[in-house]
């Protein structure tokens, strides 16, 4: 008997778990960059989802403000990457993949690295000339992490709530 086959327009997993990531930032306030990161496990179940925020209990409180030279956000923001992991109920990060928006910091590359996660897949590089985005790329690659720009097929995906 012939089978039926299935649909061949579904979400494949590695659009599925960016768009995760795409979604989780749209969450964020900050006026200027909005970052999303999903974290996933061996089995491909999503362990950790989070997007740059300020601190629990200081959300209003703080200023968005981007200049450095005055009170600004870059002092007090959390980002996509600390909040995913922090995010994963007490699930281990080891050994997983994390998607994220935005090619992470020197700061989350040393989460990542500590926390055994083993692959990071980017949509935007836009800071890589920074001292602080190399200094990330040198450290992810020192430690073995792979590295991967994700594969944009498609600039959009629809969610239609009726
Ligand atoms: O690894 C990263 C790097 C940055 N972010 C967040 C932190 C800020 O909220 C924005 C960057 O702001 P700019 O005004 O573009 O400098 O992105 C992050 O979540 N993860
Ligand atoms: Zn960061």
Redesign the pocket.
Known sequence: MALTPGRDDYLKDSKYFMAVALLAAKRSK?P??Q?GACIVNQENKIVGIGH?QMPNGCDDKLTWA?DRTKDN??LY?C???LNAIMNTNGADVKGCSMYVA?F??NE?AKLIIQGGIKEVIYLSDMYKDRDEFKASRRMLEGAGIKLRPFELEGTEIVIDFQ
């Open positions: 900050d200027n960059t970052v740059n981007r956000k870059h923001v980002h996509a990457e935005l992470p910091c989350c």
